[in-house]
């Protein structure tokens, strides 16, 4: 037998795709993981152990800080989950009926919020609300409704639930999307046999096409839950890196920025902010398990 | 078709909510966009009039003009853009093809090795990313944005352009090799052309996010000379703030280059997503 000869196409090929990702993906991670592990003492780095987590979790300071943005966080989930999600399904589920006039404009017009940069949602929606402006009172008034209007992005109770719709507004497309693709890939035969049946209009939506489409729906869900606790651009473009008023729009993307790149007065604490970086790099991995272990396994796939 | 998919009513009422929805989801951009070309007075007068030939006026734009170098943020979003979808493709084609062409150890956990960085977000590494950029001198060059997005575009590149690779026929690559053509020449000649459409809707995922990005120039590239539009329009935005006319000026033209991608794009895009590619 020959001895195997070495295929050096293979590693061309592969070498640079690697070396790109591992660089600056891969190592930088792990790294940020060892990094968490260490402290700034006399201007070298130390060894600390978890001591950064204690600070983290015991420090009243830090942990205050931390609860508040990781609760703020799930809320920031809650509202994409209810709203977002819903909105999307029931926004496609129109589209994809059959000879609907204009479906295509619509789509395109629907998905224009998603394409435009944080920086631009959050100035323009904060000029809509902006009381000074007073087009949101101003069409409020005209619809009688007038004496509801409060300036939202600037109370404690209601800055983070309107920064959340925000975000909502801008992402409809994604769940739009998606599931307008599975709801479409759904063949005719089988809707064809459910009227058969009897079963139609809306009992066929939510007897049919509902089951079929529940595995995009977790796609989905996995999609928002990575997206939200990863978020940081929006709340930093609208509320500063602050994240006001007094942090109630505070998330885990907000707060490890400010702790690891340092903000006002407070210096740049690399391995505070590695710790950070470590819970939210938990939260997600435990949040993508669940979804693959525990959720995708069980959902029934149906083979057309 | 049965009566109640035929339905007048139900029609008429699909019809009256995506018109609803869109009007929400169109109403900012004309907002901003209509006022960005009205006098300061008009703005606050009557912000949802058009403008016309009385409280038409363009200062917004003249200060935006003066004050920010709009046009070398644009040039900067502009090469990070292209750079990193040019290395994206390149890169991930080649080591998809490597994937799905070739048998070779090991080649399984390529595959689950790369594909990790699909659902974890590279922001994760922010620390380690810029103390890299800090040791290498990369940082405030635009080289370490393209190297970053890179990174970052690899994973779901390499897993959707391998699945359109092995539909690629073996007749034609192995009627190359007893042609006598290398395997670089099978790969750029035969199989590049043929994944086109999957090469172009990997691009226009990856296109949008990193025009878009805030974070990375925020931390790696904040510097004059190598703001990116986005960060260049929040930080111009956030010193004129109680300047309405610039900042309505400065988001209309932050808005329009995007706009004009959506517009050339948009098929292409919806055609990806609704491909099940992503599945």
């Known amino acids: 037998m020959k001895p195997p000869r070495i295929r050096w196409h293979i590693l061309v090929f592969l070498a640079p795709a690697l070396l790109v990702y591992t660089t600056i993906m891969i190592f930088p991670l792990f790294n940020t993981l060892r990094l968490a592990l260490f402290d700034e003492v006399d201007q070298a780095r130390v060894f600390v152990g978890l001591d950064n987590f204690r600070t983290l979790f015991g420090d009243p300071r830090w942990s205050a800080s931390f609860w508040n943005a990781l609760g703020n966080n799930f809320w920031f989930f809650v509202i994409h989950m209810l709203v977002q999600n819903p909105i999307g399904i029931l926004l496609a589920a129109i589209l994809s009926h059959p000879r609907l006039r204009f479906a295509a404009l619509y789509r395109t017009a629907i998905f224009v919020p998603t394409i435009l940069s944080f920086v631009i949602v959050g100035f323009a929606w904060k000029l809509i609300l902006s009381p000074i402006w007073g087009i949101a009172p101003e069409m409020m008034d005209s619809v009688g409704l007038g004496d509801f209007f409060q300036p939202w992005l600037g109370l404690e109770g209601t800055a983070l639930t309107t920064l959340a719709l925000i975000s909502v507004w801008q992402f409809v497309g994604i769940p739009l999307m998606l599931i307008y693709a599975a709801l479409l890939s759904i063949p005719e035969e089988i809707l064809e046999a459910g009227e058969c049946d009897g079963i139609t209009g809306a009992a066929a939506f939510w007897k049919i096409k509902l089951p079929l489409i529940l595995p995009s729906i977790g796609i989905i869900s996995i999609l928002t839950f990575v997206g939200n606790f990863n978020a940081f651009d929006l709340i930093y473009a609208a509320q500063g890196a602050l994240a006001g008023p007094d942090f109630s729009t505070d998330i885990l993307g907000t707060f490890m920025y400010r702790t690891f790149f340092g903000f006002q007065l407070q210096l740049g604490d690399p391995h505070m902010g590695s710790a950070i970086a470590s819970a939210m790099f938990a939260i997600i991995l435990i949040g993508v398990c669940i979804y693959l272990f525990g959720i995708q396994t069980r959902l029934r796939r149906y083979q057309f | 078709m049965n009566k109640a998919r035929r339905n007048p009513l139900n029609v008429a009422a699909a019809h009256g909510i995506l018109i609803l929805y869109t009007a929400i989801a169109l109403f900012p951009v004309f907002v901003i966009l209509i006022n960005s070309f009205k006098s300061r007075r008009a703005i606050f007068r009557e912000p949802l009039a058009l403008p016309d030939a009385d409280s038409f006026s363009t200062i917004g734009y003249q200060t935006v003009f003066n004050q920010g170098d709009f046009f070398l943020y644009f040039q900067n979003s502009l090469i990070v853009t292209v750079a990193s979808l040019f290395f994206v493709l390149l890169f991930g084609a080649m080591a998809a093809f490597a994937i799905s062409e070739y048998r070779f150890r090991g080649n399984t956990i390529?595959?689950?090795?790369?594909?990790?960085?699909?659902?974890?977000?590279?922001?994760?590494?922010?620390?380690?990313?810029?103390?890299?950029?800090?040791?290498?001198?990369?940082?405030?060059?635009?080289?370490?944005?393209?190297?970053?997005?890179?990174?970052?575009?690899?994973?779901?590149?390499?897993?959707?352009?391998?699945?359109?690779?092995?539909?690629?026929?073996?007749?034609?690559?192995?009627?190359?090799?007893?042609?006598?053509?290398?395997?670089?020449?099978?790969?750029?000649?035969?199989?590049?052309?043929?994944?086109?459409?999957?090469?172009?809707?990997v691009a226009v995922f990856n296109m949008i996010p990193i025009w878009n990005d805030l974070w990375f120039p925020l931390i790696l590239a904040p510097s004059e000379s190598t703001k990116t539009l986005t960060l260049g329009s929040q930080v111009f935005i956030g010193q004129f703030v109680t300047d309405w006319n610039a900042v309505l000026s400065a988001l209309s033209m932050a808005i329009l280059p995007v706009m004009v991608l959506y517009v050339i794009f948009s098929r292409q895009l919806i055609r990806g997503i609704t491909s099940g590619a992503v599945k």
């Open chain 2, 110 to 201: 390529m595959a689950l090795y790369l594909a990790l960085g699909i659902m974890i977000p590279i922001r994760i590494g922010t620390v380690a990313i810029l103390e890299l950029m800090v040791n290498t001198g990369l940082v405030n060059t635009l080289w370490a944005l393209i190297l970053v997005y890179t990174a970052q575009g690899l994973p779901l590149a390499v897993f959707i352009l391998s699945e359109f690779m092995k539909q690629v026929s073996d007749d034609l690559k192995n009627a190359g090799r007893i042609d006598g053509l290398s395997e670089y020449t099978i790969f750029f000649r035969l199989v590049l052309p043929l994944v086109r459409p999957a090469m172009a809707t």
